[in-house]
Structures are given as C-alpha cells and as structure tokens.
C-alpha cells in the first residue's frame, strides 16, 4: 500500500504547537506506525461516525494494534447536527472513562464534524490533551484538519462555541477521498480553489487546467491537497488565532454561513462547501459592483466552479429561500462581525482577496435582492 | 468609599495576555470606572450566584451603568454542583442571546465556583471572548482568578473538563470578605498559608504572627492577599500551562481532592480550602515519613492551621469516609497522574516544597491507613 514516492508532508509552524500534515495514499493503513514513531507510548481514543466507521475502523484499528497503541473507539451518528453539546459531553465521557491521561490523544477519524467536535474535546478534557486527525473527506484534509479550529454549533449560529486546539499530527490518506460521494469531493474542491483566489492566482489557473486529474486521483490531487494544506498552513502560522490577516480564509464564508443558516444546516440541500463556492462567486460579484474588481473576473470564477459540477447561484440550491432580512440577520450573527460593522472578505481579482470591514449593510441587502431575484 | 491609599496591583505576566490584579477595598463600587478606563465599548455578561446576588449585584450593576457599560446579568444557583455541562451551555446561551462580540466580556461576579464556569464560557464563545473577575470570596481572590484555569466537573472527577483562558482584569475588593461566612474565609485562608509553605518561608513565619489581623481586615488582610497573588502570579508566569514547576500549587491537593470526592463535593462537610488544609498536613507528615523533612515541620504546619481554625486530621471531617483503597482510586483519577506514576507535591521542610513524580501507590495506602486509625 504505501508509495512513499507519493508522499508529501506539509509542516504547520507554530512554535512549540508545530506538526505536521502527510499526504498521500495507504496512510490509514501506516496509521499505527506513523503515530508510534513520533509518540512511544500513548493510547488513543478514536471517535468516528457510522458511515466512516463501515468503510475504514476496522483498518485505522487494525494498524494501531499492529503497532502495539491501545485504542478506544467510540462511533457517533453522521451528519453536522452531531455538533452539538450532548455529544461533546459524550465525547469527554468516553475519553474519560478510557481513563486517558494528557499525553494520550483524541483521534479524528472522518470529515469536518468528527473533526471539529473530537478537537475540541481533545481541547477541553484535563484542559488539553493530545489529538490527532485522519481526516477522510477532501474538505477536512485541505481545510478544518489544518489551524486548530475546534467547535460545535450553537442555536445562535454555527461554529459558536469552541477552542483553538493544534493537532500533534494530521494523516490524510488520498485513497479514501476514492469513497466519498462526488458531491462531498465537489464541496472540498471549493476550499480548494478558495486558495488560489485568495492570494495564489497561478494555482487558481493550473486548476482550471488539471481540475479532471484532481477528481481522478494520483499526483494530481496530492498536489493539489499538499498546495492547499501549506496555503492555509501560511495563513494559520501568520495569525493563529485569527487577529488579522487569517480572516482572508473566510473568502465566500460570510454569504456561505448565512446561506447554510437560511437553508436549516440541512446537507440534502446544501452543504458547506457549496455554500462557499455560491459565497466565493457572491464575494466577487459584489466586488465588482463596488468597483473593486472586474465582472470578467467574477464570471470566470462562477464559469470554473460551475463547470466542475458546483452550485454558483442561489437559485441553485433546491427549495424556498428566507427573505432577505433573514439573510441579513445570519450575516450580521456570524462571528467576523465587530462591534455592528460588516466585515467582509473581499476582491481586486483573482488572487487578490482582502479584508474590507467597513461594508455598508444596506449595499450588501441591495445586492442579494437583484441576485436572487436574477 | 475609594481609599487609593490601600490599593496594590499585581500585575501577571504572560506577554500578550498580561493583565493586572487590583486588590482593595471598594472596588465593586469602582468596577464600571476601572473597566472604562481600559476597555472603552466593552459590553458584559455578569454571571453571579443567588448568594452573591443579593449582597452584590445591584452595587455592581449600578457602578457599570453610572459608567455607561451594558450589562446582562445571569443569576445561577449557588454551589459546586453548577459546576457541570448543563450550566455552562446555560451561560454559553446567555452571552450569544446578549449578542456579545469577542471584544466584549463575561464578568464573573462570585466565587470559584462562579470564575471557573464563566471563565470557561468565556474561553470557548466565539472560540475566546473577553474575560473579568470580581471575586467574591478569600480562595477566589488569591487562587482561581490568578492564573487562567477554567472549568467544570465531570462525573469521572473535579475539574477534568475545562481550558486555560487568562482573563483581562481582577478586581479584589477586599470589604466583599466582612460579608462571607468565617468558615468559608479559614478555607481561603488555607490557600494564602500554601504560598508560605510552597518557596516563601518568610510569608508563613509573618502569617503565624499576624494572621489575626489578616482576619479582621485592613492593610495586613491587603499585604496578605497581594502576596498570595504574587506568588501565584509568579508560578503561572514561569510556567502557564502546568508543564512543569506550576505543579508546586498543587500542594496538598492531590490529597484534598480525594477527600472532596470522598465526601461527595458535599460542602456541608467538606469545603475546597479544608480539603487543602487536611492535604497540606498529609502532605508535610507523609513527607517526614519519607525521612524528606522533619516531623516538627509538620507539627508546626498543623498548629498553625488548627489554630486558624481550619480542620488538619481526617478525622475532623463529619461522617464516615470510605475505604482507603476508594481514596487511592481518587488519588489516581486526579489529574496530576502521568502513566500511572502517582505524582505529589511532597517538602523538604517550611517554604521547600517539590513535585515527586515517582511517589509509590502502596506507601501512600499504609500512611493513610495508619493516619485514619490515629
């Protein structure tokens, strides 16, 4: 399985909370080994959910014992509403009966919600513990897995409660993204493309040539993951606890979140990485009306995307909107907001994001209302 | 009611998240102007207890709005047991209904149990939100506020869940302390005299001779609380996370947290600082035992102590305590456990404490065996 020849490792630097991300295939199965090389000794508690479970536990369990590392796994139902704070407490409770001390780890194995939940469990128990990712969805390999961003959702909005928790040591096996429904590989290929529109315009363009040999596997997309694991690698590494300048990450978030919000968090009609491409073409399209870029260039953001299968418009995604004040309100709940100004992350162009916090909200309403109505 | 004359500030160094302990009296009067000063815009969450409350609340309120602070109280029940997940999801919803920024802060208006809850909403709202104390009771003034550690019991053990989050300001009115129970200010006391017994040798010989005017208030209670603060300070700024030498502030509290769970957190018996008082004699008699120190230390430790006022046998706690070897499973689920190694806080004498990380299990069992029986 493993083709060390395929292999790339991505080295998050944050001082004494440095680690590093490996890409490339046959990593779940190295798992065990991987992991007693660098931490002789420690026990793990895996938590997973029921779909990942069936397609790779038996595997990531199977290498841990192979190398000797006592492993405790706990199976939570899939799906974003798992973020949520009964199962944080049934998280604890589990790492806790495992009788698991500081220097053990909480590991992830699936997507952005085991991820983000296990982090911030790993984040809270004995007030931090180790914590490790296997990270089997695109968006959670080139995404949540990299910056230490934990969380769960609140009533209030999404991702409102959580901690900054580095990983120890991120593993993401490209062969299991072979698993995954297109639909989920499409939503982690938005934050891909994300990186090259924030500040990378040469990415943006090689994708919009090699986006066929991304989907199909092999160099093409251990290039692609590594690109956007060090893209977001320099962004945390710049501002850890997002201060300044890691904001740019939220390019397309801010419509993305309220989009998700407006449609009830309900993955049938939208997930979050379709809510990030319509947000990242809106970003750009709004930029463009405030002068500050070129329409060409939100056209040909919204022809990329669309052509690999993504939703760009929101009368793409299934169903009834709320009105726009609705719209509005989950903007202005989400967390870049300060103090009643509108932060957004806008555009000058392709690879030239910036954070502008000084947006008019009546602009922003205007704008939705002729989109939507287009 | 501001006597600028009997004012100290410590100031607790940790780089970016330094920030300053203001101890005297009037303080809760003074705390909207003493916020507006270094926080202009802030808004608040105050979370309190019902005791607190109705001595309190309305003094504090009324300070923040003379100087134009919004504030949102939160009124909880009084006592450890609000220490759990329910609670603190119950706070967490209060500061996002008060649609509170990361700029803004929770103000904690109580004691421990009251700092730790809300420090710990603080930390993790918007992954980490503006943070002030006002503690209200002797432990909480020289030992939780200090130091940043936050957090919530589990059924597993005390304080297991939690996060390190450093808040921006202590406010210690020192008039608060008239108002509590003496009982509760001899269970702070015991934190004050464990920074004479940990490295400050000179503090405990003054605190013999003086701790009846520490009692009854003015400057000496000021000297006495400052230095309690600095000490800590001290031990947190040379090590923030309990990697290592902060673990010196653990004296006595393996022990004393076997006995709190022993007693079922059930302060009618046993409250945190008598806990302490017990561990600090156990831990200076098991210490002489181990031919580490001499036996008069740990006299002259009890005498003090008891002469305070404070419990110091096991025998002093009501009620029946459970077998030995249910202590020892405490003892091992404290938090100060690393791979099964138990580690203590043991003395070389008065002022010379020192963490042993390689105590064994069975010579703990017989001196606490024996110890009960006498």
């Not at 029921?50 to 397609?55: E, I, K, L």
């Not at 991820?115 to 080139?142: E, H, K, N, W, Y």
């Not at 928790?165 to 991120?170: A, F, G, I, S, T």
């Not at 690109?227 to 990450?249: F, I, N, Y």
């Amino acid at each position: 399985m493993t083709q060390n020849s395929l292999r790339e490792t991505v080295r998050v630097d944050l001082g004494d909370r440095s680690y590093d991300i490996v890409i490339g295939p046959g990593l779940i199965a190295e798992a065990g080994a991987q992991i007693a090389a660098r931490e002789p000794g420690i026990r793990c508690a895996v938590v997973t959910d029921r779909n990942v479970a069936a397609a790779h536990l038996d595997a990531l369990l199977g290498s841990l014992a192979a190398s000797g590392i006592e492993a405790a796994p706990l199976v939570l139902e899939p799906g974003e509403k798992t973020k949520r704070f009964d199962e944080l407490v049934h998280v604890c409770d589990h790492v806790l009966g495992a009788r698991l001390e500081r220097g053990d780890a909480v590991l992830a194995l699936g997507g952005g919600v085991i991820g983000d939940l296990s982090g911030f469990a790993a984040g809270i128990v004995r007030r931090g513990m180790g914590f490790i990712q296997v990270p089997t969805s695109l968006l959670a390999q080139v995404d949540s897995s990299v910056g230490g961003k934990t969380g769960i959702n609140s009533s209030h909005g999404k991702n409102l409660i959580g901690v900054f928790h580095q990983p120890d040591l991120v593993l993401a096996d490209t062969d299991v993204l072979d698993t995954l429904p297109i639909r989920e590989f499409r939503a982690g290929y938005a934050e891909v493309a994300k990186y090259g529109l924030i500040d990378r315009p040469e990415f943006f363009a090689w994708l919009e040539k090699n986006w066929r040999d991304v989907f199909s596997g092999g160099e093409a997309r251990i290039r692609a993951i590594a690109t956007g694991c060090q893209a977001k690698a320099d962004a945390v590494a710049a501002d850890e606890r997002e201060h300044g300048s890691r904001a740019l990450l939220n390019l397309g978030h801010t419509f993305g979140h309220a989009l998700e919000a407006a449609t009830d968090y309900d993955g049938r009609r939208l997930v979050h990485g379709e809510g990030v491409a319509i947000g990242m073409v809106l970003a750009h399209e709004f930029s463009a009306r405030m002068n500050l870029a070129s329409p060409d260039d939100a056209r040909r953001v919204g022809h990329h995307l669309r052509e690999v299968g993504l939703p760009t418009v929101m009368s793409d995604i299934e169903g009834e909107l709320p009105p726009t004040d609705i719209l509005m309100k989950h903007i202005a709940q989400d967390k870049k907001v300060r103090r009643g100004a509108l932060t957004f992350v806008l555009t000058r162009g392709i690879g030239q994001s910036f954070v502008a916090d000084d947006v008019p909200a009546d602009e922003v309403f205007r704008f939705l209302e002729e989109k939507r109505a287009s």
